[in-house]
């Protein structure tokens, strides 16, 4: 096998030994005792990161399948969708080609959504969901989502969907709080367990709506994962092993309890941008808006990014990401989230200046 390289992209991100392990687990069978109460077992750690007392369900499929059943069970009139990078863009184009009414609510990648132009665009009374990325992995952008919740109180006919895919256990996001409506989740970001399962919760007014929503489907259909969470499984075939790695990591982050969790993603955040400033890099996304997750650098000193990545794996057998879609090139992405540590993000920042060093000579 070839050497490994540890990956410092914005998914998936590095996954430990410890949690391999887990993965590893005998099998047992999914309609079995063992597996119910496997199932039962995660329910009340889940809970607690989603900041909610309803059940938390679990999808074997990436997060884009909930993304698409979200729009499948609750878009009975037409959908607002809030745009501002790749996967917010696309998020539009899975509700046209799901068959929903749907239009834009859009702003150049980087930027924020505006609570009050949100505001101003559901008075129109037409829209009956509105989906939002939290954080936008593509450009390392925050959306103001407690600014959205406030605007969303005003609105409880509208459907409140939020992607937290690479924000999830990076930071508070109460659940119950903010009045979400669909709150989902992928395991391979923060969580840094392998890629293939999502989670997520839906409130108790979007399961009703979804009881009268014609064409739900089957496989992302609420009722379904309801019906099945009360019997302590899931509607389909589960990857069990997700289950184990899940089990193991959710111990562990109870173990250094949330907010020490939640100021150490914020310490890599912040060492992570104070290094791309000293070194004449700008940030990506509006200021004030910066990812905790994820730290998206302008190239606007104009290096070689493929041969840093490069050198990069080359010598110290790491990797970093060198932009995605329309900012490929033009911008290079920096993972702090899951496992990482103020001590392996130092290590990985000190390992780009010897490279940057290199090239500059070059």
Known sequence: MSKHIKLFIPGPTEVSKKTLEAFASPMI?????????????????????FYTQ???????????GVMEGALRNL????????????????????AVRSGKEAEKLQYPWGTPVDPTELKNRLKSGDFDAMT???????????????EIAEVMREFPEVSFIVDCVSSFSVLKIPFDELGIDVMLTGTQKALALPPGGALFAVSQRAMAKA???????????????????????????????????LKSKLAEILNEGLENRYQRHLTMAQMTREWAQKRGFELFPKKGFESISLSCVKNNLQIDIPRLIQLLKNRFSVT????????KG?????????DETPETI???????????????KS
Request: proline share 4%; aromatic share 14%; hydrophobic share 35%.
């Open 132 to 146: 939002v990325i939290h954080n936008e992995t593509s450009t390392g952008m925050m959306n103001p989502i407690f």
């Open 211 to 245: 009881e009268k929503t014609p064409a739900r489907g089957y496989y992302f259909d609420f009722l379904e994962f309801q019906k099945n969470h009360e019997k302590a499984m899931t509607p389909s075939t589960p990857s069990i092993s997700l289950f184990y790695a």
């Open 54 to 64: 309803r059940p938390v369900f679990f999808s074997t499929s990436s997060a884009w």
């Open 320 to 327: 970093i990401d060198g932009g995605y879609g329309s900012i």
């Open 346 to 360: 130092g290590r990985l920042l000190e390992n780009i200046d010897e490279c940057l060093e290199e090239i500059q």
């Open 29 to 49: 069978g999914h309609r079995s005792k063992e597996f119910q109460a496997l199932y039962l077992e995660v329910q009340p750690a889940l809970q607690q990161l």
């Open 330 to 338: 033009k911008t290079f992405r920096i993972s702090h989230m899951g």
């Open 75 to 94: 878009v009975q009139k037409k959908v607002l969708c809030c745009m501002n990078g790749a996967f917010s863009d696309k998020w539009f184009d899975v």
